[in-house]
């Protein structure tokens, strides 16, 4: 997986290559937007970390640029102003999500996966949460090395999940799209699945432990491959 | 001593203008009506003294007509009756003389003695006198006969003059007080209808908060004040601008400070893991206060954002609460799980107008403080929806400890922190305050239904579009 960071900052900037090389991906550093266009045009990145705030063309303005010649990697945006974070969540101007600086690692490791697998799913039809990998092609899913069993309603209901995560999934989004005009789900199937699920996940064994549906009261599940405290 | 007095008066600046309008409109109209009281005086006792005057002429003119030559020598042949006539008077008391040439007296009273008067110019003459301590009003009148000229002088004693001048003074002096006291009336009203403008203007300003920075209207202003008013709008726009300033000043500062700590922190976690085992609690202690930092560089810059001076109209849109409890939902269920707290949501479809952002902050910081003084295992419900048609609410409940009631008043105040043992910035509540107070919105605190924890409350004002 190649990373591009465009970061003129030199402190934040060798703090990210770091880290994300330190998390098994590959890394690229360009201090500027110009030179960032030209890499992201000559060179296939799996994501972009962009700085908002760039010496000359800003950060906006080069994702507009990729996007007008095709250019569909997923950007991850870094903005120091606040006032930018209401104009990249609300509008679409191309970017797939945004940190506010400063930044803990861990959460833009985790933006940053999720990010990757939601592009790979698409490229590569397998879909990746730390050991639990879901292969859209053969329809199977695997914890760790270990194959796991799961019916049509819960394959859905897991592939909606990791899709989002980091982030919680409303129960009755959940509801609405997977419900079929000849297939109606209801939010207490919803909940029955939820919990057949958990316990497929607890009883796997080998390398597979670790993966937690979390309840959020009122709103719906989150999926995250922290082990339960 | 009293001009002195009047110095101090003009120059001193407080003092009420009414008071200041009063004394110089009482203190002249007081003099004036003094004067035209003796003024009125004297001319009435002048005109008294006219008619009097006559009178007594013709008492000398009478008596003239009496003296007659016998032997050569003037005599006055006046009988009793005609001289009890002469002398009936109810009031005064009155003397009469005939003097010869020589300045003898012929009849009459020994009083008139070198009382005649010696200006022969005027015939009758008339002065004023004394006799026997009273004021008298004395006529000499020069009679030329055939036995030479007889000098006739009567007196007689002023009472009546003086009463029939007071008598017309005190009717002169009555009218004149009641005009004084019509006057002021007249202006003491005036005034007050006339400065109504001016106490409107005063109680306006008196009404305004101390963030209210806003120009003073100048219309409905009489023109003798609009310099004055134009003055405050000055003096309020270089306050506004020197606020504005200060706000973007702070904006920027933790704006600037966000990349520096952004590149730290990276740096501090990546060092964090290449060290040795006891630099551990070092490191985490490093990272606690990196955390610390960053979190009160990102409080202050809400504070500023959200401040009376930040200019939001451009920023507010409908925005609906449940959205932001479901984001809150995802940043803030690990710090949740992390203390094993129920973190919950009951929320429906609630649209608002305000700032997205500042109402981000608003509910993150409740929800912060919630989790944050909650206990292990406690809960916290998060709720949004409508008390009444298009009044929206935004509520955040847990069962912690709660806030005890002393302390309430002061958990809005910037940098307060009830409960010191807790780690915070103490400007979580100041946010929600400010925030609560850009939209117009108004916050509550209660206890829960359980009776355990606290209530947080944000009722948004009835939203224009649900008519």
């Given at each position: 997986?190649?990373?591009l960071?465009?970061?003129?900052?030199?402190?934040?900037a060798?703090?990210?290559?770091e880290?994300?090389t330190?998390?098994?991906?590959?890394?690229?550093?360009?201090?500027?937007?110009?030179?960032?266009?030209?890499?992201?045009?000559?060179?296939?990145?799996d994501?972009?970390?962009?700085d908002?705030?760039?010496?000359?063309?800003?950060?906006l303005?080069?994702i507009?640029?990729?996007?007008?010649k095709g250019?569909?990697?997923?950007?991850?945006?870094?903005t120091?102003?606040d006032a930018m974070?209401?104009?990249?969540?609300?509008?679409?101007?191309?970017?797939?999500?945004?940190?506010?600086?400063?930044?803990?690692?861990?959460?833009?490791?985790?933006r940053?996966?999720?990010l990757i697998?939601?592009?790979?799913?698409?490229?590569?039809?397998e879909?990746?949460?730390?050991?639990l990998?879901?292969?859209?092609?053969?329809h199977s899913?695997?914890?760790?090395?270990?194959?796991?069993?799961?019916t049509?309603r819960?394959?859905?209901?897991?592939?909606?999940?990791?899709l989002?995560?980091p982030?919680?999934v409303?129960?009755?989004?959940?509801?609405?799209?997977?419900s079929?005009?000849?297939?109606e789900?209801t939010?207490?199937a919803?909940?029955?699945?939820?919990s057949?699920?958990?316990t497929?996940?607890?009883?796997?064994?080998g390398?597979?432990?670790?993966?937690?549906?979390?309840?959020?009261?009122?709103?719906?599940?989150?999926?995250?491959?922290n082990?339960?405290? | 001593m009293?001009?002195?007095r009047?110095?101090v008066l003009?120059?001193?600046p407080?003092g009420?203008?009414?008071?200041?309008l009063?004394?110089f409109?009482?203190?002249?109209?007081?003099?004036?009506s003094?004067?035209?009281?003796?003024?009125?005086y004297?001319?009435?006792?002048?005109q008294?003294?006219e008619a009097?005057?006559?009178?007594?002429?013709?008492?000398?003119?009478?008596?003239?007509?009496?003296?007659?030559?016998?032997?050569?020598?003037?005599?006055?042949?006046?009988?009793?009756?005609?001289?009890?006539?002469?002398?009936?008077?109810?009031?005064?008391?009155?003397?009469?003389a005939?003097?010869?040439?020589?300045?003898?007296?012929?009849?009459?009273?020994?009083?008139?003695?070198?009382?005649?008067?010696?200006d022969?110019?005027?015939?009758?003459?008339f002065?004023?006198d004394?006799?026997?301590?009273?004021?008298?009003?004395?006529?000499?009148?020069?009679?030329?006969?055939?036995?030479?000229e007889?000098?006739?002088?009567?007196?007689?004693?002023?009472?009546?003059?003086?009463?029939?001048?007071?008598?017309a003074a005190?009717?002169?002096?009555t009218?004149d007080?009641?005009?004084v006291?019509a006057t002021?009336?007249?202006v003491?009203?005036?005034?007050r209808?006339?400065?109504?403008p001016?106490t409107?203007?005063?109680t306006?300003?008196?009404?305004?908060?101390p963030?209210d920075?806003?120009?003073?209207?100048?219309?409905g202003?009489?023109?003798?004040?609009?310099?004055?008013?134009?003055?405050?709008?000055?003096?309020?726009?270089?306050?506004r601008?020197?606020?504005?300033?200060?706000q973007?000043?702070?904006?920027?500062?933790?704006h600037?400070?966000?990349?520096?700590?952004?590149?730290?922190?990276?740096?501090?976690?990546?060092?964090?893991?290449?060290?040795?085992?006891?630099?551990?609690?070092?490191?985490e202690r490093?990272?606690?206060?990196f955390?610390?930092?960053?979190?009160?560089?990102?409080?202050?810059?809400?504070?500023?954002?959200?401040?009376a001076?930040?200019?939001?109209?451009?920023e507010?849109?409908?925005?609906?609460?449940?959205?932001?409890?479901?984001?809150a939902a995802?940043?803030?269920?690990?710090a949740?799980l992390?203390?094993?707290i129920?973190l919950?949501?009951e929320?429906?479809?609630?649209?608002?107008?305000g700032?997205?952002?500042?109402?981000?902050?608003?509910?993150?910081?409740?929800?912060?403080?919630?989790?944050?003084y909650t206990?292990?295992?406690g809960?916290v419900?998060?709720?949004?929806?409508?008390k009444?048609a298009?009044?929206?609410?935004?509520?955040?409940?847990?069962?912690?400890?709660?806030?005890?009631a002393?302390?309430q008043?002061?958990?809005f105040d910037?940098?307060y922190r009830?409960?010191?043992?807790?780690?915070?910035?103490?400007?979580g509540?100041?946010?929600?305050?400010?925030?609560t107070?850009?939209h117009s919105a108004?916050?509550?605190?209660?206890?829960p239904?359980?009776g355990?924890?606290?209530?947080?409350?944000?009722?948004?004002?009835?939203?224009?579009?649900?008519?």
């Open positions: 997986m190649r990373i960071v465009v970061e003129d900052d030199d402190t934040v060798s703090g990210l290559t880290g994300l330190g998390a098994g991906f590959t890394v690229d550093r360009v201090a500027a937007a110009e030179p960032g266009e030209a890499a992201l045009a000559h060179t296939a990145y994501l972009a970390v962009v908002i705030g760039l010496p000359g063309m800003d950060g303005e080069l507009r640029r990729l996007r007008r250019i569909a990697v997923p950007v991850l945006v870094l120091a102003r974070e209401d104009r990249i969540a609300g509008l679409d101007l191309g970017a797939d999500d945004y940190l506010t600086k400063p930044f803990l690692l861990p959460e833009l490791l985790a940053v996966r999720a697998r939601r592009s790979c799913s698409v490229a590569s039809s879909l990746a949460l730390g050991p990998v879901l292969d859209m092609a053969t899913a695997r914890l760790g090395t270990a194959p796991l069993e799961l049509g819960e394959w859905d209901i897991l592939e909606q999940l990791m989002a995560a982030k919680v409303n129960k009755q989004k959940l509801v609405e799209s997977l079929h005009w000849d297939n789900l939010p207490n919803v909940e029955i699945y939820v057949r699920l958990r497929k996940l607890d009883n796997s064994v390398d597979g432990k670790g993966i937690s549906i979390r309840t959020v009261r009122g709103i719906g599940y989150r999926i995250d491959d082990p339960a405290p | 009293t001009i002195r009047l110095d003009l120059s001193r407080r009420s203008l009414w008071g200041r009063m004394l409109l009482l203190a002249p109209l007081l003099v004036l003094a004067l035209s009281i003796v003024s009125d004297r001319s009435n006792l002048a008294s003294n009097y005057d006559h009178a007594l002429t013709s008492s000398a003119v009478a008596l003239a007509a009496l003296i007659g030559v016998h032997h050569g020598e003037l005599r006055v042949d006046l009988p009793p009756s005609a001289e009890a006539m002469l002398r009936i008077d109810p009031v005064d008391k009155v003397f009469f005939v003097f010869d040439s020589g300045n003898r007296r012929i009849a009459g009273d020994v009083e008139l003695e070198n009382k005649a008067s010696v022969e110019g005027l015939n009758p003459d002065h004023d004394v006799i026997k301590g009273q004021n008298v009003r004395v006529v000499t009148y020069r009679a030329r006969g055939s036995g030479g007889a000098v006739i002088v009567v007196a007689e004693t002023v009472h009546k003059r003086e009463k029939a001048a007071t008598q005190t009717k002169t002096a009218a007080f009641l005009l006291m002021l009336l007249t003491f009203f005036g005034v209808l006339a400065l109504a001016l409107g203007l005063s306006s300003i008196a009404q305004r908060t963030s920075l806003r120009p003073l209207p100048d219309s202003v009489p023109s003798e004040v609009r310099p004055l008013v134009g003055a405050i709008n000055q003096l309020m726009g270089n306050l601008s020197a606020h504005e300033a200060q973007a000043f702070l904006t920027n500062a933790a600037q400070l966000r990349t520096p700590i952004a590149g730290l922190q990276t740096q501090l976690e990546l060092a964090a893991e290449t060290l040795p085992a006891e630099a551990r609690p070092r490191m490093l990272r606690d206060a955390r610390r930092l960053s979190h009160l560089t990102h409080q202050m810059l809400a504070l500023a954002r959200s401040s001076e930040a200019d939001l109209a451009h507010f849109q409908r925005t609906d609460l449940q959205t932001l409890c479901e984001e995802s940043e803030f269920l690990d949740a992390a203390k094993n129920d919950g949501f929320t429906e479809k609630t649209e608002v107008q700032s997205r952002w500042l109402l981000r902050e608003l509910l993150a910081n409740l929800i912060d403080n919630a989790i944050r206990q292990e295992g809960h419900t998060v709720r949004c929806g409508h009444g298009g009044i929206g609410y935004l509520e955040v409940e847990d069962n912690g400890a709660g806030i005890p002393e302390k008043a002061h958990i910037r940098f009830a409960d010191s043992q807790q780690p915070g910035t103490g400007l509540l100041s946010i929600v305050q400010e925030v107070q850009r108004t916050i509550t605190l209660d206890r239904a359980s355990q924890g606290s209530k947080f409350c944000i009722t948004f004002p009835k939203d224009p579009a649900t008519g």
